[in-house]
């Protein structure tokens, strides 16, 4: 062998600059880039910075951040689920016709809803896990059954006539604090809290990030895919309730509009869509984000017609910071159940190891 | 597309092809050095060497799919450079690889002319017309009962093989190269393409024919080549050569010496202890069959063999991760289901894989995670893991194995790979496993690394782990070893035991 002997390691150059130590931690980007927004708002209106906008802005933003989490964790899986907002949706319509047509008390209701959602993620999570489908296209069919589900169970009417004291959910606060708002936080922290240090939490980042590795350390694979689509689809459902809720009425369009915003708060905050990189808290600053963004066009005066152009852009920007982070690390830039959709990908299955 | 008439080859003896003084770095690793080889019309040209021997860079650098570092090409007497495969297609060469690149979903006839394909209408629209034409009097030249019509992922193996080598002669091949071609074929299959390719020696094309089957190649071939280390050790005239004079060569004179040291050396090895794992009679479909063997608690087994000889099929297969179709794996004498690895990784078994990069590392986690992932649910204390212990753990064995990292939390994309290596050892050393099935370990790792973890499965072995170790490199095998166990073709060929095991001796049970 004529193999030269490398007497340094690469690694033991040591010494990160201060500034990156300063802002080392992995949420760095979308926080700056969300009090840097704050900041530019409050300079141009006195009517953002106060407690009533504040609390306006974080209902807005509980929804989706709610569906945003659950998205989260199937993008670090390096999935992706597309029927969030159906089954939101589908979830929530059945929740509101549980308390009416079936007179229900609301709060058992409510928590049946979240179970059905938690069914409907499940079979997502069986069809990919166990039946190797393409995650793609499982929840783009799913997403479309569920959809229409909701237009033959409402026929295209909301359900109304809930009892009242469910409205305390979605429009009810404790102190300046919306409730929804406590159900973001809570639902967040459990969330974050999981995926640092519980052994599942830290699977679904190994699965992400090498999905054959995590078989051979012993990792049940199927299983936590599964189970991580169920819970995202338990927590679309959640936020589906929690809509219902706020509008007093199971509209058949909740939901409709959940899907891409869901993936956006993901990416923007920092989540890889080939799996294995982001957090959870990123997410929920993404979120917040493009809620404060909302927010400010509308208090700024700017034709909210810009609101989703602004966005677009915030995309090009995260995808372009995460390409750099990827470029450097020599991962492949495509998540795998795009290369399922490549032709000819079924040679590639067939590759001995 | 006649070859040239007998006279004027008689005439004109300047050589169809030559490659002059070809030599390719790669980082780390001489690939070729200084090769020179001279394919001659009507001949077909053998090439052997060893896994890693260069032949593959050899063949990519003549189909301009990569350059040399020096030394030219030089087609009839004249130097050429190829860019890229497109100049060395229109010089006149051809390339059957061993895993074919036909477009599974295009018809046959499409694959054939693919990029070629003649148009009309100013060439905007395909003349599907003469393309079946085409396709047709190539594939009928060569014999080939296929339909040009149909697609070509529903063909057999033999019979895409047939369109590859219609793709090339169409395309105007004289050279052809065809890479391990009967690997994936029957034994009748393998009979008629053997014949195919003298009949296209006959039509006037010359043949570069890689091999493992030194059998194969003494029967069909002109001359051969020997390759080993980058390195041409010699060109042999077939008749005369035998199977033990390409072996002999192929693994070099001087290196036999490198015999282990007496089984002495390492603690006395007790044939009564019970094994900890056995074999019995194992198969699995289309990889291997009928493989019995046993490992002991404080031995090392090597296993060898060629590449594809189902070795890692094997090593998958008793880490739960392949499902045997037949035989049963006992663990201490009793016989145990493994459905999963995880449920082998509670028996005591752990599997470093081959690819590191693809099965081994989690590239993005730190090296702390890397190590411990196996273990985080014993980490645990009321659901968390108790990041405390883990980093116990983990900086215990970083000094143990002397892994090279500034940080434990550094990603281990950022590590060497000798120090990556270091660190899967880690992982299942800290599940408490009893035994290591090691594959191809210190493959891509740099010298020093590699001693670094000789030292460490030898001291493993001292206190008691039973080590089955899967190598290519013989030397390495042959080094640590205390029986090696040789597989070919998915047999369990013969045992050779440590102060018997040369090189010589394992690669003729390899090849055989």
Redesign the interface.
């Known amino acids: 062998?004529?193999?030269?002997?490398?007497?340094v390691?690469?690694?033991?150059?040591?010494g990160k600059p201060r500034l990156q130590r300063l802002f080392g931690f992995k949420e760095s980007g979308i926080l700056l880039a969300l009090i840097g927004m704050c900041v530019l708002i409050s300079l141009i209106t006195p009517n953002f910075l106060t407690p009533y906008n504040l609390a306006i802005v974080m209902r807005q933003v509980s929804f989706i951040g709610i569906v945003a989490a659950g998205q989260t964790l199937v993008l670090l899986l390096g999935g992706i689920d597309l029927s969030v907002g159906a089954i939101a949706g589908l979830s929530a319509v059945l929740g509101a016709m549980l308390m009416t047509a079936g007179g229900l008390d609301p709060f058992v209701a409510m928590t049946l809803a979240i179970a059905l959602g938690f069914l409907f993620g499940l079979i997502n999570g069986v069809l990919i896990a166990y039946l190797k489908l393409n995650a793609f296209i499982v929840t783009l069919a799913t997403g479309e059954v569920f959809a229409g589900a909701i237009l033959v169970l409402t026929r295209g009417y909301a359900i109304t006539g809930l009892p009242p004291e469910f409205a305390v959910l979605g429009q009810g606060s404790i102190g300046v604090v919306p409730v929804s708002v406590v159900f973001l936080f809570a639902i967040f922290a459990v969330l974050v809290y999981m995926s640092q240090?519980?052994?599942f939490g830290?699977?679904i980042?190994?699965i992400g990030?090498?999905r054959?590795?995590?078989?051979?350390?012993?990792?049940?694979v199927e299983r936590v895919e599964m189970t991580v689509y169920a819970i995202a689809g338990m927590l679309a459902a959640t936020a589906g309730m929690l809509f219902v809720s706020r509008m007093s009425a199971g509209q058949p369009t909740i939901g409709a509009s959940w899907l891409m915003p869901s993936i956006t708060a993901a990416i923007i905050g920092g989540t890889s869509l080939s799996g294995?990189?982001g957090t959870v808290l990123g997410t929920l600053l993404g979120a917040t984000f493009m809620g404060v963004l909302a927010n400010g066009i509308v208090l700024t005066n700017v034709s909210s017609y810009w609101e989703r152009v602004i966005i677009g852009l915030f995309v090009i920007i995260a995808v372009f910071v995460d390409m750099f982070r990827r470029r450097s690390?020599?991962?492949a830039l495509v998540p795998a159940w795009m290369m399922a959709l490549r032709?000819?990908s079924?040679?590639d299955d067939r590759k001995p190891? | 597309m006649d070859g040239p008439s007998l006279s004027s080859v008689v005439l004109s003896p300047a050589p169809v092809f030559e490659l002059r003084h070809i030599s390719k770095q790669f980082p780390?690793?001489?690939a070729l050095d200084d090769v020179s080889l001279t394919f001659r019309d009507r001949e077909i040209h053998g090439l052997v060497g060893e896994n890693g021997a260069g032949k593959s860079t050899l063949m990519s650098i003549m189909m301009g799919l990569q350059p040399p570092d020096t030394g030219t090409l030089v087609r009839r007497g004249e130097a050429v450079s190829f860019a890229g495969s497109t100049e060395a297609l229109a010089a006149g060469l051809g390339m059957v690889p061993q895993e074919l690149n036909l477009?599974?979903?295009m018809t046959v006839m499409e694959n054939v002319l693919l990029g070629f394909a003649p148009g009309k209408i100013g060439g905007v629209v395909v003349d599907w017309k003469t393309v079946r034409h085409r396709a047709r009097a190539v594939l009928d030249r060569i014999g080939a009962d296929v339909s040009t019509d149909a697609i070509a992922?529903d063909l057999s193996a033999a019979q895409q093989q047939l369109v590859q080598i219609a793709r090339a002669l169409a395309l105007g091949a004289e050279i052809l190269i065809f890479d391990e071609p009967t690997a994936s074929l029957s034994l009748r299959e393998a009979d008629h393409l053997l014949a195919l390719i003298r009949q296209l020696r006959e039509d006037g094309c010359s043949i570069i024919y890689i091999s493992h089957r030194l059998e194969e190649i003494l029967t069909l071939c002109d001359r051969i080549t020997v390759l080993r280390n980058g390195c041409k050790v010699v060109e042999l005239e077939a008749a005369g050569t035998t199977e033990a004079d390409l072996v002999r060569n192929m693994i070099g004179r001087e290196v036999t010496a490198g015999k282990r040291v007496a089984p002495t050396d390492r603690a006395t090895h007790d044939d009564t202890v019970a094994p900890f794992l056995s074999v019995e009679s194992l198969s699995c479909a289309g990889h291997f069959e009928d493989i019995s063997l046993t490992v002991r608690p404080g031995e090392i087994v090597g296993l060898a063999g060629l590449v594809g000889a189902g070795r890692?099929?094997l090593a998958?297969c008793i880490?739960g991760?392949l499902r045997p179709t037949g035989g049963r794996i006992l663990r201490e004498g009793r016989p145990i289901h493994l459905r999963?690895?995880?449920d082998?990784?509670k028996a005591g078994l752990a599997?470093v894989?081959?690819?590191r990069k693809?099965?081994?590392?989690?590239?993005?986690?730190g090296v702390s995670?890397n190590m411990t992932?196996?273990i985080?649910?014993s980490l645990?204390a009321a659901?968390?893991?108790n990041r405390a212990t883990q980093r116990a753990y983990v900086d215990d064995y970083i000094a143990k194995l002397d892994i090279?990292?500034?940080?434990p939390d550094?990603?281990i994309?950022?590590?060497?790979g000798g120090?990556q290596q270091k660190v899967i050892l880690a992982?299942w050393l800290l599940t408490g496993c009893r035994m290591l099935i090691l594959d191809e370990p210190t493959r891509g790792i740099?010298?020093?690394a590699k001693f670094e973890i000789h030292a460490l499965l030898r001291r493993l072995v001292a206190d008691g782990m039973a080590i089955l170790l899967i190598s290519s490199e013989l030397e390495e095998v042959i080094q640590l070893a205390d029986r090696v166990l040789v597989m070919n073709n998915g047999r369990l060929k013969g045992e050779i035991p440590a102060w018997d095991a040369t090189q010589e001796a394992i690669l003729s049970m390899a090849v055989g």
């Open positions: 062998m004529t193999t030269q002997t490398r007497t390691d690469s690694t033991v150059r040591s240090n519980t052994p830290r699977s980042f190994a990030g090498n054959v590795a995590a078989r051979f350390v012993g990792l049940r294995g990189v690390q020599g991962r032709p000819g079924r040679r190891l | 780390g690793v001489k477009v599974p979903q992922g890692t099929e998958r880490f991760d999963h690895p995880s082998a990784i599997y894989p081959e690819e693809r099965l081994g590392i989690f590239p993005v986690l995670e992932l196996p985080l649910r645990c659901g968390r893991i090279k990292t500034s940080d550094k990603p994309r950022d590590l060497s120090n992982r740099d010298v020093n």
